[in-house]
């Protein structure tokens, strides 16, 4: 009886073992062949380029070290898009694969904790000294921090790669723009474009403007004056004109005419403070709240019964995001409609950047080049994962309805049109409102100073604090967060 | 003579039995914690990938932490929150643990609750406040409860309020915790001899004297743990309002703890700062836990 | 009446018992609720969950799992990492913590002054001070990708070391430690086969704490652990919320959440067997 929790014990020890006997074969004995199973289909090559820790195996099977392509991301979109459309890459496992004769390693950390960003940082500084087969060669960042990373020497410049502007014709400027550093050189390639547009409920418009029309519903929201005209409209009538404030943050911000920090000193773009301005005058009429995005509240106008007029969003918000599968929400009964709002925007998007130091600078280049550049590839993306592509060809041609597709499953060709937009084709909307974007007053520090913003001003929507306290708790969390910089001085 | 020498051979034993810890602590733990230390004197962080320092700045660091005040704030947060959960915990753990415990009370299905109540604690703190989120949104099942037995006309904003915002911490944090102060105290109500309750019982004490008299007084040295270390966890509160309050400590950083404030230095590696702000928590723990100390009575062991 | 007759003993025993019922099951259901809507929202589509919150289970249980099973995340692979790094650190923190304490708890030695008083100043170290410097020396070492910086750390403990000390003084005479010595037992099997016997509703209690927090552990595993087939539950849940506007659904975070606590909970029921039994059994006897 006594002996039963050590007996316990030691079973639970015993097992783990075991387990770890099998689950990590290529730690333990690397080098001892038959521990099958696991690794059966993977193939030898995969075995070696697995772990990190097999040295003897991988010295047997890749020759040359300098043969690893290292690519550092967060989530498995870029990992699938290479998967399913990139032409020689085979796939071993969930982080390996092969092009050719370079051994492909997905290093996959999540973002949350800034995880991500804390692993590529101390990779990425110790570049130089790292062993050649465990050198980054590529790495994916976010428009929000894409300029901490574009503006180092960190990052390769395009051109070196060998790519040419000629080469990159057909992208949306903006996406470049978020990748070019304070020296005007791009370093950094987009496959996709995130351009938004305001998506309406349809009925509450029919309701109460008595319209469904994207192009009426455009008059009532032309610029931010009619915007909160509007919204009193539809105040009086039940319904939020968004669901949060934070909703039109990304409108305002996108169209700044400064940036966040100049010469090491914050700064607070008029625009931003005309967010604060409307969206305080908004939370105190009632027209609208301030929930955080993505939480159960901002979600409730998905459905009809949420009484949420409308949301700024990309493509992807709306076929993805927005319930459209889900019997009684708005977007399954087709009932949103698509219209520019007030000012252009986009949300979302991942940039390829390549490491400096890279020993595959060539596979590197063409990765870059079919994936963000090559027509047919594109194409093929915006059909089978209905991204929207950073193409202006491609997607031009199939916003005038030029370009026919065929989904599978669908026994005909067909112009683009979507059935939660009520059968719109909303991209010629999509296209046009990206064009205008200029996005050249990035900072480094966009990230930060964008989310720190956004939560010290929900204090002072919520009447928890004033105007000034607001501001003052800002430049605090940002002199926490990046030391170097500066509150204004009156 | 004889049993001093003896005494000499046994104790090298606690050398040996001792030398697995030390030699783990020193590889894992000890160079980490002296850098800290070290760091709190210097200006070492990273602006975006440029390494800024180290460099010698002196009690810089320290300064600059008193300068704004924001420490104290912090520090009073901590405390109200680590008083708000502890208080409630320890008293339910207590009363629990001498329900369990009274041979009187012969309570039916004692196992399922002493299973039971440690449950919560299996829970991932971000799985846990992703229920909390929807539970407690405004237009959620609690509000949607609360408006139907019309005690509020509409939906209460939970997480904008300081007093609802502390209160949900401090509920949560007392429910993913309660269970595991209790399994504590019982596994310490378990050393004590069965025999003295009988005794006790033959000889006409109440529960509430046996409680008094003789569990709390035998169980003294847990109950110095499970202060000193809930006092300890107290001061590092950090998972459940970090993600409760999505980081900001919001409404206006009433609810931002010390390890909040921590972990916002290191979001740039600040090491300087973070190792001031560590040295600090570090002599504020020492103090409160010598208070402690002092207060249960000396720690010296029974022959 | 009754309860004036025994006014001297406090409360009437009826009344002490109905309160105690009553107590408990309102406790038990903060206790279970969680694992109810847990329950809930694994068998809701993530469309239905943006509808809001549901009392009643839907009928996307299966179709959750499924999508869960065949998605990108290797599930099994760290079920059984998550295993190993939780039994191991369990097994060797319970082990070592008491071996440190009974060093301190039965020995008289010259350091014991000093170090006494050392383990408890570091138990007041906050761990997110020493996080990244440790992350730095992990790969220093070249140790990433590897579960040696998750288990082995666990040996100093000074947390569980504290609670073994304390549990000692309370409940292991060192009576018994000089019987063992006169019937000739050595040192280390003294403290194997009598020590350990003793401490064992102890053990069993932190060996619980030391698993869970193992188990549910995020931020040091997804510093150190990058190759998929390496990872922990936690890393690879926080993969799925991660995951792009494409694949993400919440039905398959709650499955995948419900999945990664199964197995601590019979982990929990297999030791807490321990703890309650320790009562009936009696300390001294053994």
């Not at chain 3, 190993?84 to 009974?102: G, I, N, Q, R």
């Amino acid at each position: 009886m006594k002996k039963k929790i050590v007996s316990t014990m030691l079973c639970l020890t015993m097992l783990a073992s075991m387990a770890a006997g099998c689950g990590n074969d290529a730690t333990t004995d690397a080098g001892a062949t038959t521990d099958a199973g696991a690794t059966t289909d993977a193939g030898a090559a995969g075995e070696a380029a697995g772990t990190e820790a097999a040295d003897a195996g991988s010295a047997a099977v890749i020759t040359d070290p300098s043969k690893v392509l290292n690519i550092y991301v967060w989530n498995e979109e870029f990992k699938s898009r290479i998967e399913d459309h990139y032409p020689g890459y085979t796939k071993i496992d969930a982080t390996n694969g092969t092009i050719g004769d370079v051994a492909v390693r997905w290093n996959i950390t999540p973002s949350d904790d800034n995880a991500y960003q804390n692993n590529l940082d101390a990779t990425l500084l110790n570049q130089e000294s790292a062993a050649q087969e465990d050198k980054i060669d590529m790495f994916l960042v976010e428009a929000d921090y894409a300029l901490k990373y574009v503006d180092t020497d960190y990052t390769m410049p395009i051109s070196d790669l060998g790519i040419t502007d000629a080469d990159l014709s057909k992208q949306y400027t903006y996406t470049q723009d978020i990748v070019t550093d304070s020296n005007g050189v791009l370093k950094g390639l987009s496959w996709q474009g995130c351009p938004g547009v305001m998506f309406y409920n349809r009925e509450a418009a029919k309701e109460v403007f008595n319209t469904d029309d994207p192009a009426e519903i455009q008059k009532l929201v032309a610029d931010w004056d009619t915007f909160n005209q509007t919204a009193a409209t539809l105040k009086d009538a039940g319904y939020s004109i968004v669901s949060s404030v934070n909703d039109t943050y990304r409108v305002y911000s996108n169209n700044v005419t400064s940036k966040w920090v100049e010469d090491g000193v914050i700064n607070i773009d008029d625009n931003l403070m005309k967010w604060v301005e409307d969206s305080k005058a908004l939370v105190d009429a009632g027209a609208t709240s301030t929930y955080d995005l993505w939480s159960d509240d901002w979600k409730k106008g998905f459905y009809p019964e949420g009484k949420v007029f409308a949301y700024f969003g990309p493509a992807w918000l709306v076929n993805f995001s927005m319930a459209a599968d889900t019997e009684g929400s708005i977007g399954y009964n087709g009932g949103w409609g698509a219209t520019e709002g007030p000012q252009g925007f986009f949300w979302g998007g991942t940039w390829i950047c390549a490491a400096t130091g890279t020993d595959n600078a060539d596979l590197v280049k063409d990765i870059m080049l079919k994936m963000t550049t090559d027509d047919a590839i594109m194409t093929d993306i915006v059909v089978q994962d209905d991204d929207f592509v950073n193409n202006k060809t491609v997607m031009d041609g199939l916003a005038s309805g030029a370009t026919k597709i065929q989904r599978e499953g669908e026994s005909e060709e067909h112009e683009y049109t979507s059935k939660i937009l009520g059968e719109q084709n909303p991209l010629p909307m999509y296209c046009a409102g990206v064009d205008g974007l200029d996005l050249s007053n990035l900072s480094a520090y966009d990230q930060g100073c964008n989310e720190e913003f956004q939560h010290a001003m929900k204090n002072y929507f919520d009447g928890n604090a004033t105007l000034d306290e607001a501001l003052e708790l800002f430049y605090t969390a940002i002199a926490e967060k990046y030391p170097s910089l500066k509150a204004p001085t009156e | 003579m004889k049993n001093n020498a003896k005494a000499v051979r046994y104790n090298k034993w606690g050398y040996i039995f001792l030398l697995p810890f030390l030699l783990v602590y020193v590889v894992f733990q000890f160079v980490p914690t002296v850098t800290t230390i070290y760091n709190s004197f210097y200006e070492n962080y990273l602006d975006g990938l440029t390494q800024v320092g180290p460099n010698f700045v002196g009690l810089e660091n320290y300064k600059s932490l008193f300068s704004s005040g924001d420490i104290w704030t912090f520090t009073k947060n901590t405390m109200v929150l680590w008083i708000m959960c502890f208080v409630p915990q320890i008293i339910l753990s207590l009363v629990l643990g001498a329900w369990f415990s009274d041979v009187r009370l012969k309570l039916k299905g004692q196992r399922f609750f002493k299973t039971v109540i440690y449950l919560p604690n299996l829970i991932m703190a971000s799985a846990f406040s992703m229920l909390f989120f929807t539970l407690f949104s405004d237009g959620g099942p609690v509000n949607s409860i609360l408006m139907q037995l019309g005690f509020i006309s509409e939906p209460y904003r939970f997480l904008t309020y300081t007093g609802s915002t502390r209160g949900l911490i401090a509920f949560m944090n007392c429910l993913m915790w309660f269970g595991n102060t209790t399994i504590l105290l019982m596994a310490g109500m378990m050393g004590i001899d069965t025999s003295l309750f009988e005794a006790a019982e033959v000889d006409g004490a109440t529960s509430t004297q046996v409680f008094f008299r003789i569990t709390l007084p035998l169980l003294r040295p847990i109950l110095v743990y499970v202060m000193i270390t809930s006092l300890i966890g107290g001061l590092q509160l950090f998972d459940v309002p970090q993600i409760l309050t999505n980081g900001t400590g919001d409404p206006m950083r009433t609810t931002m703890t010390l390890i909040m404030y921590l972990n916002k230095h290191l979001y740039s590696k600040n090491y300087g700062m973070a190792g001031a702000l560590s040295v600090l928590l570090l002599i504020i723990t020492a103090i409160l836990s010598l208070i402690v100390f002092k207060v249960t009575g000396n720690d010296k062991r029974k022959g | 009446m009754e309860k004036k007759q025994e006014t001297n003993k406090g409360l009437g025993i009826h009344a002490r018992r109905a309160l105690a019922y009553v107590v408990l099951c309102i406790v038990t259901f903060f206790c279970l609720f969680w694992f109810y809507v847990l329950f809930i929202n694994a068998t809701r589509s993530n469309g239905e969950m943006q509808a809001g919150f549901s009392a009643l289970p839907s009928t996307h249980l299966i179709e959750n799992w499924t999508n869960l099973v065949h998605g990108s995340q290797p599930i099994f692979n760290g079920l059984i990492n998550s295993f190993v790094v939780a039994a191991l650190s369990a097994t060797l923190c319970v082990y070592f913590s008491t071996m440190t304490a009974y060093a301190i708890h039965a020995y008289d030695f010259k350091l014991k002054r000093f170090i006494y008083p050392f383990i408890l100043m570091i138990m007041m170290i906050p761990t997110q001070v020493t996080a990244l410097g440790f992350v730095k020396l992990v790969s220093g070492l070249g140790l990433e990708d590897s579960f040696i910086p998750l288990i082995v750390p666990s040996i100093a403990a000074p947390v569980t070391f504290f609670y073994m000390k304390q549990y000692m003084e309370s409940s292991l005479p060192l009576s018994l430690i000089e019987a063992a010595r006169i019937d000739g037992s050595g040192e280390f099997r003294t403290f194997n086969s009598i020590v350990l016997p003793l401490m064992k509703p102890a053990i069993a209690v932190q060996a619980i704490f030391t698993f869970v927090s193992s188990w549910n552990n995020y931020f040091i595993p997804a510093l150190v652990l990058h190759d998929d087939k390496k990872k922990t539950l936690p890393i690879l849940i926080a993969q799925l919320r991660a995951a792009d506007w494409l694949k993400f659904d919440m039905g398959q975070v709650y499955v995948m959440i419900a999945f990664s606590i199964f197995p601590v909970i019979v982990v929990y029921l297999i030791l807490s067997k321990h703890i309650v039994q320790g009562v009936a059994l009696g300390s001294v006897k053994g």
